[in-house]
Protein backbone atom coordinates (compact mmCIF):
# COMPACT_ATOMS: atom_id res chain seq x y z
CA UNK A 1 0.00 0.00 0.00
CA UNK A 2 1.20 3.81 -0.37
CA UNK A 3 3.11 5.09 2.55
CA UNK A 4 3.59 8.29 3.95
CA UNK A 5 6.09 9.21 6.33
CA UNK A 6 6.89 12.35 8.14
CA UNK A 7 9.83 13.51 10.03
CA UNK A 8 10.55 13.80 12.89
CA UNK A 9 8.12 11.98 15.02
CA UNK A 10 8.55 14.13 17.92
CA UNK A 11 10.18 16.90 18.32
CA UNK A 12 10.68 20.00 21.85
CA UNK A 13 11.26 23.15 21.53
CA UNK A 14 11.82 26.31 23.31
CA UNK A 15 9.08 29.34 22.68
CA UNK A 16 9.97 31.46 19.73
CA UNK A 17 11.82 28.78 17.92
CA UNK A 18 11.01 27.83 14.58
CA UNK A 19 10.17 23.62 13.97
CA UNK A 20 9.97 22.26 10.34
CA UNK A 21 8.15 19.12 10.21
CA UNK A 22 8.58 17.17 6.93
CA UNK A 23 5.94 14.57 4.86
CA UNK A 24 7.34 12.41 2.48
CA UNK A 25 5.03 10.32 -0.13
CA UNK A 26 7.71 7.16 -0.42
CA UNK A 27 5.81 5.06 -3.41
CA UNK A 28 3.79 7.89 -4.94
CA UNK A 29 3.63 11.33 -6.44
CA UNK A 30 1.00 13.56 -4.45
CA UNK A 31 0.31 16.41 -6.28
CA UNK A 32 -2.02 17.84 -3.32
CA UNK A 33 -0.86 17.50 0.71
CA UNK A 34 -3.06 18.06 3.92
CA UNK A 35 -1.74 19.06 6.96
CA UNK A 36 -4.02 18.33 9.99
CA UNK A 37 -3.26 19.32 13.80
CA UNK A 38 -4.86 17.49 16.62
CA UNK A 39 -5.41 18.00 20.15
CA UNK A 40 -6.06 15.71 22.74
CA UNK A 41 -9.42 14.36 22.80
CA UNK A 42 -10.19 16.33 20.22
CA UNK A 43 -10.56 15.59 16.18
CA UNK A 44 -7.94 16.05 13.45
CA UNK A 45 -8.56 20.02 12.14
CA UNK A 46 -7.59 20.88 8.77
CA UNK A 47 -4.87 23.63 8.53
CA UNK A 48 -4.08 24.09 4.98
CA UNK A 49 -3.72 22.11 1.97
CA UNK A 50 -0.29 22.28 -0.30
CA UNK A 51 -0.36 22.30 -3.61
CA UNK A 52 3.12 21.29 -5.39
CA UNK A 53 4.60 24.35 -7.29
CA UNK A 54 1.48 26.82 -5.61
CA UNK A 55 1.14 28.19 -2.55
CA UNK A 56 -1.22 26.69 0.07
CA UNK A 57 -4.22 27.25 0.85
CA UNK A 58 -5.33 27.64 4.47
CA UNK A 59 -8.74 27.19 6.88
CA UNK A 60 -10.15 30.19 8.16
CA UNK A 61 -8.33 30.48 11.63
CA UNK A 62 -5.04 29.42 10.46
CA UNK A 63 -2.32 32.09 10.42
CA UNK A 64 -0.59 31.67 6.95
CA UNK A 65 2.72 33.83 8.32
CA UNK A 66 2.76 31.64 11.27
CA UNK A 67 2.49 28.09 9.39
CA UNK A 68 4.55 28.22 6.73
CA UNK A 69 4.16 25.35 3.96
CA UNK A 70 6.28 24.56 1.05
CA UNK A 71 5.19 21.98 -1.48
CA UNK A 72 8.23 21.59 -3.57
CA UNK A 73 8.16 18.01 -5.45
CA UNK A 74 5.71 15.75 -5.89
CA UNK A 75 6.70 13.53 -2.85
CA UNK A 76 7.86 16.38 -0.05
CA UNK A 77 5.76 18.88 1.81
CA UNK A 78 6.95 20.95 4.55
CA UNK A 79 4.84 22.46 7.29
CA UNK A 80 7.27 25.09 9.43
CA UNK A 81 5.82 26.47 12.77
CA UNK A 82 7.42 29.86 13.49
CA UNK A 83 8.30 31.24 16.68
CA UNK A 84 6.47 28.31 18.10
CA UNK A 85 4.86 28.55 21.32
CA UNK A 86 3.32 26.12 24.30
CA UNK A 87 -0.55 26.72 22.64
CA UNK A 88 1.23 25.56 19.58
CA UNK A 89 1.69 22.15 20.93
CA UNK A 90 -0.33 19.24 19.27
CA UNK A 91 0.07 16.46 17.05
CA UNK A 92 0.02 17.29 13.50
CA UNK A 93 -0.37 14.88 11.05
CA UNK A 94 -0.62 14.87 7.34
CA UNK A 95 -2.16 13.22 4.23
CA UNK A 96 -1.47 12.41 0.60
CA UNK A 97 -4.01 11.81 -1.54
CA UNK A 98 -3.07 9.43 -4.10
CA UNK A 99 -6.24 9.10 -6.48
CA UNK A 100 -9.18 11.07 -6.45
CA UNK A 101 -10.32 11.32 -2.69
CA UNK A 102 -7.97 8.50 -1.20
CA UNK A 103 -5.52 9.75 1.14
CA UNK A 104 -3.01 7.95 2.96
CA UNK A 105 -1.76 9.32 6.48
CA UNK A 106 1.45 10.01 8.12
CA UNK A 107 2.50 8.43 11.32
CA UNK A 108 2.16 12.25 12.53
CA UNK A 109 4.47 14.56 14.57
CA UNK A 110 3.86 15.09 17.84
CA UNK A 111 5.12 19.18 18.58
CA UNK A 112 5.42 20.26 22.88
CA UNK A 113 6.64 23.43 22.60
CA UNK A 114 7.53 23.93 26.17
CA UNK B 1 -22.68 23.42 13.81
CA UNK B 2 -20.30 21.13 13.23
CA UNK B 3 -19.51 19.17 10.14
CA UNK B 4 -19.41 16.17 11.60
CA UNK B 5 -21.07 14.91 15.06
CA UNK B 6 -20.76 12.17 16.62
CA UNK B 7 -20.99 10.22 19.90
CA UNK B 8 -17.58 10.36 22.09
CA UNK B 9 -18.52 7.80 24.04
CA UNK B 10 -16.68 5.48 25.42
CA UNK B 11 -18.34 2.56 24.63
CA UNK B 12 -17.20 -0.40 27.09
CA UNK B 13 -18.33 -3.32 25.51
CA UNK B 14 -17.82 -6.87 26.62
CA UNK B 15 -15.68 -9.40 23.84
CA UNK B 16 -18.17 -10.91 21.25
CA UNK B 17 -20.86 -8.42 21.64
CA UNK B 18 -22.16 -6.20 18.61
CA UNK B 19 -22.12 -2.17 18.87
CA UNK B 20 -22.77 0.65 16.74
CA UNK B 21 -21.67 4.08 16.54
CA UNK B 22 -23.77 7.03 14.93
CA UNK B 23 -22.86 9.90 12.96
CA UNK B 24 -24.37 13.24 11.87
CA UNK B 25 -23.24 15.25 8.78
CA UNK B 26 -24.67 18.83 8.01
CA UNK B 27 -23.06 19.36 4.71
CA UNK B 28 -25.88 18.14 2.21
CA UNK B 29 -23.63 18.55 -0.65
CA UNK B 30 -20.78 15.89 0.49
CA UNK B 31 -20.29 13.00 -1.77
CA UNK B 32 -18.35 11.02 0.22
CA UNK B 33 -18.50 8.97 3.89
CA UNK B 34 -15.90 6.94 5.35
CA UNK B 35 -14.90 5.16 8.89
CA UNK B 36 -11.34 5.70 9.94
CA UNK B 37 -10.36 4.03 12.73
CA UNK B 38 -7.66 5.88 15.23
CA UNK B 39 -5.07 3.96 18.11
CA UNK B 40 -3.65 6.11 20.64
CA UNK B 41 -1.22 8.27 19.67
CA UNK B 42 -1.31 7.40 16.12
CA UNK B 43 -2.56 8.27 12.65
CA UNK B 44 -6.12 7.51 11.50
CA UNK B 45 -6.52 4.89 9.30
CA UNK B 46 -8.99 3.87 6.70
CA UNK B 47 -11.35 1.32 7.97
CA UNK B 48 -13.84 1.43 5.12
CA UNK B 49 -15.78 3.81 2.72
CA UNK B 50 -19.69 4.44 3.01
CA UNK B 51 -21.84 3.76 0.27
CA UNK B 52 -25.29 4.42 -0.35
CA UNK B 53 -26.41 0.55 -0.86
CA UNK B 54 -24.63 -0.07 2.39
CA UNK B 55 -21.21 -2.18 2.70
CA UNK B 56 -19.76 -5.12 4.45
CA UNK B 57 -16.45 -6.44 5.28
CA UNK B 58 -16.45 -8.79 7.39
CA UNK B 59 -17.40 -8.26 10.89
CA UNK B 60 -18.09 -4.20 9.81
CA UNK B 61 -21.26 -3.27 8.60
CA UNK B 62 -21.31 0.73 7.01
CA UNK B 63 -24.83 2.51 6.42
CA UNK B 64 -25.53 5.66 4.86
CA UNK B 65 -28.83 7.45 4.93
CA UNK B 66 -28.68 10.55 2.54
CA UNK B 67 -32.08 12.12 3.52
CA UNK B 68 -31.50 12.07 6.86
CA UNK B 69 -27.42 12.82 6.85
CA UNK B 70 -26.84 9.69 8.94
CA UNK B 71 -24.08 7.27 8.46
CA UNK B 72 -23.64 4.25 10.71
CA UNK B 73 -20.69 1.59 11.78
CA UNK B 74 -21.88 -1.92 12.66
CA UNK B 75 -19.02 -4.00 14.40
CA UNK B 76 -19.96 -7.77 15.27
CA UNK B 77 -18.64 -10.21 17.15
CA UNK B 78 -16.15 -7.51 18.82
CA UNK B 79 -12.66 -8.36 19.44
CA UNK B 80 -10.32 -6.82 22.09
CA UNK B 81 -8.01 -5.54 19.23
CA UNK B 82 -11.20 -3.31 17.69
CA UNK B 83 -10.66 -1.30 20.71
CA UNK B 84 -9.59 2.26 19.31
CA UNK B 85 -11.48 5.69 18.39
CA UNK B 86 -13.70 4.95 15.21
CA UNK B 87 -14.00 8.71 12.96
CA UNK B 88 -16.96 9.17 11.06
CA UNK B 89 -15.46 11.61 8.21
CA UNK B 90 -17.61 13.15 5.24
CA UNK B 91 -15.86 14.81 2.78
CA UNK B 92 -16.61 18.76 1.52
CA UNK B 93 -18.10 19.68 -1.13
CA UNK B 94 -16.88 16.93 -3.74
CA UNK B 95 -12.79 17.86 -3.25
CA UNK B 96 -10.40 16.38 -1.41
CA UNK B 97 -10.92 17.70 1.87
CA UNK B 98 -12.23 15.46 4.97
CA UNK B 99 -14.07 16.84 8.03
CA UNK B 100 -13.67 14.28 10.90
CA UNK B 101 -15.71 13.74 13.49
CA UNK B 102 -14.41 13.98 17.13
CA UNK B 103 -14.42 10.07 17.25
CA UNK B 104 -16.51 7.68 19.51
CA UNK B 105 -13.85 5.59 21.74
CA UNK B 106 -14.50 2.02 22.26
CA UNK B 107 -12.84 -0.46 24.85
CA UNK B 108 -14.32 -4.33 23.93
CA UNK B 109 -13.34 -5.87 27.83
CA UNK B 110 -12.44 -9.67 27.81
Known amino acids: GAVVSQHPSWVICKSGTSVKIECRSLDFQATTMFWYRQFPKQSLMLMATSNEGSKATYEQGVEKDKFLINHASLTLSTLTVTSAHPEDSSFYIC??????????FGPGTRLTVT | RKEVEQDPGPFNVPEGATVAFNCTYSNSASQSFFWYRQDCRKEPKLLMSVYSSGNEDGRFTAQLNRASQYISLLIRDSKLSDSATYLCVVNRDGANNLFFGTGTRLTVIP
Open chain 1, 95 to 104: SAVRQGYEQY
